[in-house]
């Protein structure tokens, strides 16, 4: 960066370090000799793995806490030196934003606002553009706690936005979020980048995101792989990237599960019926390549196809994730469905929050249950595993009728919650203690089991640190390892990859394609719709309703022409919600009586 360029520039770190110490005494060095540069009006992203630092990098630009060593300056103000002078100019969202759940939109605004000194004019002049761009404005009186994941973000964003900062921090803004709701939320940051000339670093899982920003810092446990304009990192695939399809007797999951086992492929992922994957080195004749019996076709890289070249390079060379085993068989008689949801119906007094749903799912199936926010799906799971009784329908599970017995249910299921339900103050070992007594499993089976999870997961080096203390990745595994460690035959999973990043994304369908192939049923919700493809089938729902169900391929053909290309999941998500919604804000206004 030159003296020009420097004189612009709203945050410029050299060489910051910073390290913890863990309560087991272990030191962790979360940045290492990080440098990087923020000019005025840009949208910058910090991609990378859990553990790579970007929540630690952003916290010491919020002045949340100082660095070890290096430097930090924050709209000129050295950030460990004065962080009062730079809280007092910037707005920061964190990963878990501070709302008052039993305050209404405008009590959270106002509270924000009375904590920044903004006066009654300002408010007067501030709030109904903050409404205007959230899309709140007919909420203002709502508890903040009955708003949908997707609004309470927006709700975050202006409380955040409330006192006009000249820099924002975004620590994850999207994680957990709906397509729909995430779309909404980028709209607003680029209108705030691109109108109000207001400068945005933000950090991210989602790699496509990544695209849309004019500087992306690639990190990687604790140094800053490449920064720049995000099409150099993409650039690294070019001649790398290919498409193929699967061969007649494999799904594309396992396609993709065979080909992540290859020392020559650094990525797979399953993409609109084929499998999408990057190899470790360019190939002499990229259009003549043929893998496990199946032709290949380049494709032209994406930015996500270059971040995985750039961690394959900083790493030592991945071992293969190879299969988890079961250690006993999943017998199940008879052949008609495993799960099977007829006319289902939930209501919360006069709130109907599933609306006679009907479903079914066969031994070994994957099955998706997509929706927005607050569409009804981890109602349904709660159903479906004997946590909340059913309003009206039936549901069985393993051929038992959830209705009447659902504490003998249970001990075939497996249920990983949309926020895992683990024991922040007990260790990782004492997690899986807790859970392996609840399943009833005692002496010699308990131990042989506890030692399975800690080894099949990777979590043996981290037994002894607390449930509360681990990455957000290793939280991931050590929630399934809790829900298998009973050997379930059906197992739900309720938006278990939220948050994590590509790496663990990858790690954690490789297991889930092996599990399926030895006759676990799984039922998952996602917000990430690519992962959709891993699915046999999958059923969109909205507002307690399911609005299409069918195989991926036959969900994408709902997406029409509209797109103008092939369309994704996401694509074909966003139409079927989208159409529904306006049929249903038709049908009430129009006149009673009307044909």
Known sequence: ?????????????RNIRKSFRRETGEWVLALDGVSLDVARGTLAALVGPDGAGKTTLIR??????????????VLGVNAAAEPQQVQDRIGYMPQKFGLYEDLTVKENLDLYADMHGVGSDERRARYPRLMEMTALGP???????????????KLGLACTLVRAPEL??????????????????????LRLVDKQGLTVLLSTSYLDEAERCGNVIVMHQGKALAQGDPHAVQRLAEGR????????????????????????????????GRVRFVLAGEVSTPDEITFDGAPASPESPRF???????????????????????????????NG????????????GAFIAVDRISFDVRRGEIFGLLGPNGAGKTTTFRMLCGLLPATGGTLHVGGVDLRRARASARQRIGYVAQKFSLYGQLTVTENLQFFASAYNL?????????????????LAPLADLDGADLPGGFKQRLAMAAALLHEPETLFLDEPTSGADPLARREFWRRITALSAQGVTVVITTHFMEEAEYCDRVAIMDAGRVLAQGTPAEIRRLAGAEWGRSPTMEDAFITVVERARRRESAERAAPRGAA
Not at 242 to 265: H, N, S, T, Y
């Open 304 to 334: 996500e196809d270059g971040f995985m070249i750039l961690l394959h390079r900083s790493s030592a060379p991945r071992a293969a994730l190879g299969a988890m085993a079961q250690e006993r068989s999943i017998e199940v008689p008879g």
């Open 442 to 458: 005692r002496g010699r089976r308990k131990r042989d089991r506890i030692d399975w999870a800690l080894r099949h997961f990777d």
């Open 241 to 272: 990237t290919f498409l193929a399809g699967p061969p007649a007797d494999r799904k594309a999951r396992e396609f993709q599960a065979g080909l992540l086992d290859r020392p020559d492929v650094i990525d797979a992922v399953p993409e609109g």
């Open 337 to 348: 469905p495993i799960v099977q949801v007829r006319d289902l119906v939930r209501q919360f």
């Open 139 to 153: 909420f203002t009186e709502r508890l903040a706690g009955q708003l949908s994941g997707g609004m309470k973000q």
């Open 1 to 13: 960066m030159n003296d020009a360029q420097k004189s612009t520039a709203v945050l410029v770190g």
């Open 60 to 73: 010491l630009a919020a002045g949340l806490m100082s660095a070890d060593a290096g430097e930090l300056t």
């Open 168 to 189: 924002l921090l975004l620590d994850e803004p999207t994680v957990g979020v709906d397509p729909l709701s995430r779309r909404e939320l980028w709209e607003i940051i």
